[in-house]
């Protein structure tokens, strides 16, 4: 989800994606070798003396500018965006999830509001990336890759595959005694998302039982924090446009435009999944729980909708989302005020619902099978890495990474999807505030005085 102050055009971003996938792939075709002719002859032999199957292919070698291009110009583009991205994940998850937490407050109208404010968000988000999981199990967009270039992908990024098959934990109940973490400086060191999570969610918790005066210290250092990690990922998207290029560029001239089908199927399983969420799961939750036709709900929020799609920041949504909960919803403004603040920062249904489809998709296209336990522990991730991200530019795709780094597969594949990401923030963004209004509606109406209009 983007924040307020990107200032880098859509049409920029789309223009670097169109161009790197038509150049890439132009000269993936002229340039890509003849294909090898299989030897059945050859390979009932190797079957009958019982030799051992043989590696994965490596890249087909092309011409040596191509190669040349992409190792010492448009992939070294592309991974400084990354770093740069990748960068600023531990501090901005553990910052802007224990100082959301904080914001819960710890008693009398604050406590209440914001421990049925906080509920709903759960029960929204859960629903939201159970919905995302769903789809792209059922329609298997990573499938779309051929095996045989899934070989070359792997071979791609191999090492970092690599390095994550290292460090891989067994799922289970070691992994929730883990959650706890011995050392917390350590689990930051190590990126342990789980164990980083829940060292966020205590501190912000003990914050709120100390004296306000220290506690305030903390938060205030945390809240620049907050800052220190928007100004780096503001700065990562400028490059936005070119890396998107380069990134595009350097995978479809090695691997062609068939990975780009597989794209298209995963930009449509997230929009499947976006509407259903949109159009169903929440016109069911503003009906049942806010009282509310959802018809009026969506005529009276369609200014807010609209510059949230248009802006790709609740940040940016939230002047005009807290004046349409007052004057066209009717909520008491004590309530919108804190109610909406703390929706922006940490109620993000539609990234909830993105980051497991993308999860799932990339570990699709490496040939990779999720166990169930392992979806579980996407799922997991998914609701607390929303919950806790803050509303900057790319905000989402480090926490990705985070979560692809759990399960194995390499981080670094995100970059197969940045090139569409922008279109996709911007419907994912307007399903995140259309979630905000709808939980102002539901604390609305249980709280005492004015309810929302019907």
Same mark, same amino acid.
């Given at each position: 989800m983007a924040s307020s102050g990107s200032s880098v055009p859509h &049409?920029?971003?789309?223009?670097?994606?169109?161009?790197?996938?038509?150049? @890439? %792939?132009?000269? #993936?075709?002229? *340039?890509?070798?003849? $294909?090898? &002719?299989? /030897?059945?002859?050859? /390979?009932?032999?190797? =079957?009958?003396? @019982? #030799?051992? $199957? %043989?590696? $994965?292919? =490596?890249?087909?070698?092309?011409?040596?500018?191509?190669?040349?291009?992409?190792?010492?110009? &448009?992939?070294?583009?592309? /991974?400084?965006?990354?770093?740069?991205? !990748?960068? =600023?994940?531990?501090?901005?998850? !553990?910052?802007?999830? *224990?100082?959301?937490? *904080?914001?819960? @407050? @710890?008693?009398g109208n604050v406590g209440r509001v914001g421990v049925k404010t906080f509920a709903y968000f759960l029960v929204t988000t859960a629903c939201a990336a159970t919905i995302g999981l769903s789809a792209v199990n059922f329609i298997e967009p990573g499938k779309q890759v051929p095996a045989g270039q899934? /070989?070359?992908?792997?071979?791609?990024y191999g090492k970092e595959a690599g390095e994550k098959l290292d460090k891989k934990a067994d799922f289970g109940i070691e992994t929730i005694v883990n959650i706890v973490p011995k050392n917390p400086l350590k689990s930051l060191v190590e990126k342990d998302m789980l164990a980083v999570i829940f060292s966020a969610i205590l501190v912000g918790i003990a914050l709120t039982q100390i004296e306000p005066a220290r506690a305030k210290i903390i938060i205030d250092f945390l809240e620049g924090v907050n800052q220190i990690t928007d100004f780096i990922i503001r700065l990562a998207m400028r490059l936005a446009p070119y890396a998107v290029f380069a990134l595009i560029f350097s995978t479809t001239a090695l691997f062609g435009y068939k990975l780009l089908v597989a794209l298209g199927a995963f930009v449509l399983t997230v929009l499947g999944g976006l509407l259903i969420h949109q159009l169903v799961v929440l016109p069911i939750l503003v009906t049942v729980f806010g009282g509310m036709s959802p018809w009026t709900f969506f005529k009276k929020i369609r200014v807010t909708m609209i510059t949230a799609f248009s802006t790709s920041s609740s940040s940016a949504t939230l002047p005009t989302a807290m004046k349409c909960a007052e004057e066209e919803l009717n909520v008491p403004p004590a309530v919108s005020r804190f109610v909406l603040p703390l929706s922006a920062s940490m109620n993000h249904n539609g990234t909830a619902l993105f980051e497991g489809v993308t999860v799932v998709f990339l570990a699709q296209v490496f040939g990779f099978s999720l166990s169930f336990e392992q979806q579980l522990i996407v799922l997991?991730?998914?609701?607390l890495t929303a919950t806790g991200m803050a509303g900057v530019p790319g905000g989402s795709l480090p926490l990705i990474g985070m979560v692809l780094a759990v399960v194995d597969v390499p981080a670094g594949a995100i970059a197969i999807v940045l090139g569409v990401d922008r279109f996709l923030d911007m419907c994912r963004t307007t399903v995140n505030v259309t979630a905000d209004m709808t939980t102002v509606v539901f604390v609305a109406r249980t709280e005492r005085g004015r309810e929302p209009t019907h």
């Open positions: &049409t920029r971003i789309l223009l670097g994606l169109v161009l790197g996938a038509v150049i @890439g %792939s132009g000269i #993936n075709y002229f *340039t890509a070798p003849p $294909p090898v &002719t299989p /030897d059945p002859n050859r /390979d009932a032999l190797a =079957a009958v003396v @019982g #030799n051992a $199957p %043989s590696p $994965p292919p =490596a890249p087909p070698e092309r011409a040596a500018w191509v190669g040349w291009i992409v190792r010492n110009i &448009t992939k070294p583009v592309g /991974d400084i965006f990354l770093n740069l991205l !990748f960068m =600023a994940i531990i501090p901005l998850v !553990f910052a802007s999830l *224990t100082v959301g937490v *904080t914001r819960l @407050g @710890g008693s899934r /070989d070359e992908l792997m071979h791609y997991v991730l998914c609701i």
